[in-house]
């Protein structure tokens, strides 16, 4: 399925949305919850999988729905449709402060690898899928699971991380360390690893994970320097019972009641 092109817009700096630009009858499908507003004569939809078209039938749409929950993700997908005549937009926002990472996939030989909470949403014809790790050590050790996401397509994606976002450009043969958890996006050619933090005490005593992610050019990466889960981890340990203040486990929880909804 070719995909849709879209124009889009983004907003804002470190509580970013992205506003994208529908013409009639073009699509984007959006990872569900993303979702922040929309103007009249679009109509939403929910669907099952990514809605690229890959799989017909039946047993088609059950396959790609089956490959998100691998990952992770909700088995449903939402589209967004311009009914109308003239250009209509929607936007959609991140889950928690951080950037949204423009892609046009043409540039990037059709495929980028991210991992598994990452996607925002993508021109409709992007196809959402999984990306096995052949080496066990990266499934058991990697931070992110054996399984990442592909979005493969000649369309525009957007993924999301926390903090500041940089691109790094490997040469052929250059590798780069980063912790598991920091890494949000590489493109297909990218070699990636985990490799055990050497020295029992750096391991143990360094404030640090003991495994990294070891990532082999030629090819571009892309690096988050404040993954949610280290957020989540420094609010969740300053909570009184975790040994934190009083006046810090007070903002620990009234943070924990606003995302719970108590």
Same mark, same amino acid.
């Given at each position: 399925?070719?995909?849709?092109?879209?124009?889009?817009?983004?907003?804002?700096?470190?509580?970013?949305?992205?506003?994208?630009?529908?013409?009639?009858?073009?699509?984007?499908?959006?990872?569900?919850?993303?979702?922040?507003?929309?103007?009249?004569?679009?109509?939403?939809?929910?669907?099952?999988?990514?809605?690229?078209?890959?799989?017909?039938?039946?047993?088609?749409?059950?396959?790609?729905?089956?490959?998100?929950?691998?990952?992770?993700?909700?088995?449903?997908?939402?589209?967004?449709?311009?009914?109308?005549?003239?250009?209509?937009?929607?936007?959609?926002?991140?889950? +928690?402060?951080?950037?949204?990472?423009?892609?046009?996939?043409?540039? +990037?030989?059709?495929?980028?690898?991210?991992?598994?909470?990452?996607?925002?949403?993508?021109?409709?014809?992007?196809?959402?899928?999984?990306?096995?790790?052949?080496?066990?050590?990266?499934?058991?050790?990697?931070?992110?699971?054996?399984?990442?996401?592909?979005?493969?397509?000649?369309?525009?994606?957007?993924?999301?991380?926390?903090?500041?976002?940089?691109?790094?450009?490997?040469?052929?043969?250059?590798?780069?360390?980063?912790?598991?958890?920091?890494?949000?996006?590489?493109?297909?050619?990218?070699?990636?690893?985990?490799?055990?933090?050497?020295?029992?005490?750096?391991?143990?005593?360094?404030?640090?994970?003991?495994?990294?992610?070891?990532?082999?050019?030629?090819?571009?990466?892309?690096?988050?320097?404040?993954?949610?889960?280290?957020?989540?981890?420094?609010?969740?340990?300053?909570?009184?019972?975790?040994?934190?203040?009083?006046?810090?486990?007070?903002?620990?929880?009234?943070?924990?009641?606003?995302?719970?909804?108590?």
């Amino acid at each position: 399925m070719n995909n849709h092109e879209i124009d889009y817009h983004i907003y804002g700096d470190d509580m970013q949305f992205v506003e994208v630009e529908l013409d009639p009858q073009e699509s984007v499908v959006a990872e569900a919850g993303s979702f922040m507003m929309m103007e009249d004569e679009i109509h939403m939809e929910t669907i099952f999988g990514d809605g690229s078209g890959t799989g017909s039938g039946i047993m088609g749409k059950l396959f790609s729905a089956g490959k998100r929950v691998l990952t992770g993700e909700s088995l449903f997908m939402t589209t967004f449709t311009n009914t109308g005549m003239g250009k209509k937009h929607v936007s959609f926002a991140s889950p +928690y402060p951080g950037k949204i990472i423009p892609m046009d996939l043409r540039q +990037y030989g059709g495929k980028i690898i991210c991992q598994k909470d990452a996607f925002l949403a993508a021109a409709k014809g992007v196809s959402i899928g999984i990306e096995f790790q052949r080496k066990l050590g990266v499934g058991f050790f990697g931070g992110e699971g054996f399984i990442m996401q592909k979005l493969e397509g000649d369309g525009m994606c957007f993924i999301h991380a926390g903090g500041t976002i940089i691109r790094k450009e490997l040469l052929p043969g250059q590798s780069l360390r980063v912790d598991t958890g920091c890494l949000v996006a590489m493109t297909s050619n990218v070699q990636y690893d985990i490799e055990f933090v050497k020295g029992v005490k750096t391991a143990l005593f360094g404030g640090e994970g003991m495994f990294f992610a070891t990532l082999r050019g030629p090819g571009s990466v892309w690096v988050q320097s404040l993954p949610f889960s280290r957020l989540a981890s420094r609010v969740f340990a300053a909570a009184p019972s975790r040994g934190g203040s009083k006046d810090e486990g007070s903002m620990a929880k009234g943070i924990f009641d606003m995302f719970s909804g108590d």
